[in-house]
């Protein structure tokens, strides 16, 4: 998966009975963060490690949906 992907999934536990850890990027904190994975279906935004966590989104840098608001001439 793209790291841009990432970076815009929300976490998703997934629909079996698992209680796996593993981690995702919180895109609100801007942090790697620990959740319980049921073992299937989520997405891209699901790792084994908190390292692996990190070395995503270290390449995407700040999230796009966190950049500042540009304000412009009202019409």
């Not at 009975?17 to 919180?26: A, V």
């Not at 084994?48 to 001439?73: A, D, N, P, R, W």
């Amino acid at each position: 998966y793209p790291p841009t992907e990432v970076c815009l999934s929300q976490v998703e536990e997934g629909t079996c009975n698992d209680d796996i850890q593993r981690y995702y990027y919180n895109t609100i904190t801007q942090q790697c963060e620990e959740f319980s994975y049921s073992g299937c279906e989520g997405n891209a935004n699901n790792f084994k490690s908190f390292l692996e966590c990190q070395k995503t989104y270290k390449m995407v840098g700040k999230c796009v949906c966190h950049l500042k608001k540009i304000v412009g001439m009202k019409f």
